[in-house]
Each structure stands twice: as C-alpha cells, then as structure tokens.
C-alpha cells in the first residue's frame, strides 16, 4: 500500500507532461467545390478560374484527440482507484474500457485511410478539371484566332467547346457528390465517437457506483423518513445502475409512491407502469396496478382507472389490493364486474 501510494504522483505527472509535449493533432481539411464560369461565343471569350480547394481546419474535431482523452481517462482512472476495491467486477469494467478504446483506435485507423482515399478522389477530380480548363482556353484562343476562316471551322470548334463544356459540368457534379460523401463520412464518425463516449462515461459511472444492497437500503431508509428527494435519487440510481435485478421493479414502485405523494400523477401513472411492463411477476405488480388505477382516477381517466382496478380484482382476488379496489369502486358507485 504504501509503494502504492508512493508512485501515484510520479505515475499522472508522467502522464501530464507526456500530454503537454504532444504535438498537435492532425487536422483533417474539406474542399470546397471550384468555380468555374464560361461565356461563349467569338466577342466575349470565357475565363476560366482555376478550381481552388479551401481548408477548413477549425471545424472538426478529430478521432485522435478523442482517443488521447480517452486514454488519459482511463490512466487516471485506472492510477486513482484503490487497491481495496479490485474486485472482480472492477476487472471487468477495466477490461470493457480497455476495449472500448481499442475499438476507437481501430475506427480512427479506418477512417484515416478512407479519409486518405476520399482525398486522393478530390484531387483527381480538381486535376481533371484544371486539365478541361486549359483544353477550354486553348480552344477558344484558337477560335479568336481564326475567326477569319470558314464557318465550318468555328461551328466545329464551338461544338468541341460546348462539348468540353458539358465534360466540366459533370466533373463539378461528381466533385460536389465527393465532398457531399466526405461530409457524411465525417458526421457519421462523429455520431459514433459520441456513442462510444457515453457507454464509456456510463461504465465508470457504474465502477463507482455503490453496491446495489446498500443503495437500495438506502433508498429504501430515506423514503419510510419522508426524505423523498434523497429517496428519489436513490431509487433512480439504482434502475439507472441496475436495472435487471429484481429490486429495480420495487425501486419504479416507490417512485411512484413518492410521485402520488406529491401529486403528480401522471409521472406515478408512468412509473407503476414500468413495474407491470417490466416485472409482471415482482412482489409490486399488484399494487403497482391498484396504485395506477387510483392515480388514472385523480387525473380525471376514471373510465381507464376503473379498468386497472376490476383488473386487481381478477387478477388478485383475495389479495388486500383487491379490496383496496372493491371499496374504491363502491364509493365510485360502480360495479366490480364489467358489464354490469
């Protein structure tokens, strides 16, 4: 332990500085599409601009200096955490980062080189083009030239033109669909680098996490006290943390509870939900249904809250949530059986 701590400092130093003499990340460029403008006819010769490509160096963020943040993160987490807590759940959520940041360096290797291919497309294209440009001033230096000789000639020439012309038109169509492609290449990485960034966040959020026990103790604790904001983050720390585990159902239950407590029933409406859609089997189903048909009733759905309760009813015959429902539908003056 005491070697542990020891080397700590020495260890995010080392990494600190390493950070600081990095060079800056390589910037990745789009090409805007060249203007090209022709005129014709013998009077008024075209001017061809030259297809130009600007660089636009402070739009996007590339992949690597996500995965240099990433691996800082996961250095610093991996150097901080106590050497009490390398549990086997530990290991594996450090083996899941671990891989998590091998499959970003292997999208920023792929996207490099079709990002490489993407360029080299571009540049034909732009080469292409300043070829047809300059076929097209020769051609109509040509035609000034002669213009002196037969109309032959000059329609023959012009129709090389407007041939030449059409060439162009296309070149700048394909060149256009390129950069569009190089776009769409880049906002897809994006999206995928951000996905990658929140499952990440979310299992080190998860490693430090309590242990599903004492949170819901906890929880649990809090809302017999009438602390029913703790009770509340609680209770949603732990469906966000665990939310397979057969408590997570009590947790959407109690939820509700402190939900109807306040009044709002539509969000209790919605929580007791969650447990008949989620956990039809767990020990709150039936009063997760009778809870659910009162608070329908309170939003003024009595006709949809009178349907949960019979539902208790049926389901549950000789439970208390039965009788809960029974009372509730004599005060309402209505039948416990539909149809009647």
Partial sequence: MLAAESSWPLRVSEVINMLAGRSDPPRIF????????????????????????????????????????????????????????????MIQLQTQVQQLQEQMTAMQRSFDER?????????????????????????????????????????????????????????????AKVSKQLEDMQSSQQSQA??????????????????????YNNALRDYNGDKNDLATQEFSDYVKFYPNTDLAGNSYFYLGEIQFRQGNYAQAAQSYDQVLQNF?????????????????????????????LRRVIQRYPRSNEALQARERLKKLGVSSRSGE
């Fill in 30 to 89: 789009l090409c805007s599409r060249s203007t090209i403008f022709a005129t014709r006819g013998a009077a008024n010769p075209s001017k061809i601009g030259s297809a130009t490509l600007s660089l636009k160096a402070n739009q996007l963020m590339t992949y690597r200096q996500w995965s240099i943040r990433f691996a800082v993160l996961g250095t610093l987490w991996l150097a901080i955490t106590p050497a009490w807590a390398a549990s086997k759940e």
């Fill in 115 to 175: 990002m490489g291919v993407m360029k080299n497309l571009v540049e034909q294209d732009t080469d292409a083009v300043n070829k047809v440009a300059n076929a097209l001033n020769s051609l109509q230096a040509s035609l000034q030239k002669q213009q002196g000789d037969s109309s032959g000639r000059v329609e023959q020439l012009s129709g090389q033109i407007q041939s030449l012309n059409d060439t162009l038109d296309e070149l700048k169509a394909r060149l």
């Fill in 194 to 215: 951000a996905n990658q960034a929140q499952q990440l966040a979310q299992q080190q959020a998860m490693a430090s996490a309590p242990p599903p026990d004492v949170l």
């Fill in 280 to 308: 039809p089997s767990g020990n709150k189903s039936a009063s997760a249904q009778l809870k659910k048909g009162f608070a329908l009733i309170e939003l003024g759905k009595q006709e949809d809250g009178v349907v949960e």
